[in-house]
Antibody, heavy 119, light 110 residues
Framework: QVQLVESGGGVVQPGTSLRLSCAAS????????MHWVRQPPGKGLEWLAV????????FHADSVKGRFAVSRDTSKNSLFLQLLAVGTEDTAVYFC????????????WGRGTMVTVSS | QSILTQPPSASGTPGQRVTIPCSGD????????VHWYQQLPGRAPKLVSF???KRPSGVPDRFSGSKSGSSASLAISGLQSEDEGVYYC???????????FGEGTKLTVL
């Protein structure tokens, strides 16, 4: 079964760093570009980052550039998002998604992991 | 605030046809492929149209995407109650080097 499962979220204090994981099953992560998208409570979708299928190229949204970093471990068939010094504005559900076509069409999404930043 | 403009809401009665517009510019919709997602309450988004006008396997043919110039739209015909949700357009922006989403249109079936 083709699926993505995110983990690593939780309630954290402002200034904390954490790493989110996205475990892929039913397909090989390295065959596709992979993205992270987040959704603050009650709000819309915000794209965060992409890692190319060959693992060489990354792009990050300006809003998180320098604080968030996407990476992967092909031996674990997993994608990661490192979050540094989070603030309350980072409170959101974080989704990983498979880019089926390499042109930004996300055909497989995880269920998301919730990150709540609160003191 | 997104660089893609969508109306915040749309509505229709069962059986009707509704169209959700998405407006951008030459650095995004005018150049690159537009994709559409449906998000039902409490669920992850689902791809309902890709590459401007293609439909993923399993998506009813009631859903159809289109693009003209720097604008795109998603049409839903034969509206059903299960179509209620939020619809987002998405496209790569060459100026920002980002995949951008519209702010979403909440569809209500009256």
């Amino acid at each position: 079964q083709v699926q993505l499962v995110e983990s690593g979220g939780g309630v954290v204090q402002p200034g904390t760093s954490l790493r989110l994981s996205c475990a892929a099953s039913g397909f090989t992560l390295g065959d596709f570009a992979m993205h992270w998208v987040r959704q603050p409570p009650g709000k819309g979708l915000e794209w965060l980052a992409v890692l190319s299928h060959d693992g060489v190229t990354t792009f990050h949204a300006d809003s998180v550039k320098g604080r968030f970093a996407v990476s992967r471990d092909t031996s674990k068939n997993s994608l990661f998002l490192q979050l540094l010094a989070v603030g309350t504005e980072d409170t959101a559900v974080y989704f990983c998604a498979r880019d089926w076509t390499g042109n930004g069409a996300f055909d497989i999404w995880g269920r998301g992991t919730m990150v709540t930043v609160s003191s | 605030q997104s660089i893609l403009t969508q109306p915040p809401s749309a509505s229709g009665t069962p059986g009707q046809r509704v169209t959700i517009p998405c407006s951008g510019d030459t650095s995004n919709i005018g150049t690159n492929a537009v994709h559409w997602y449906q998000q039902l309450p409490g669920r992850a988004p689902k791809l309902v149209s890709f590459f401007n006008d293609k439909r993923p396997s399993g998506v009813p043919d009631r859903f159809s995407g289109s693009k003209s110039g720097s604008s795109a739209s998603l049409a839903i015909s034969g509206l059903q109650s299960e179509d209620e949700g939020v619809y987002y357009c998405s496209v790569w922006d060459d100026r920002l080097n980002e995949q951008v989403f519209g702010e979403g249109t909440k569809l209500t079936v009256l």
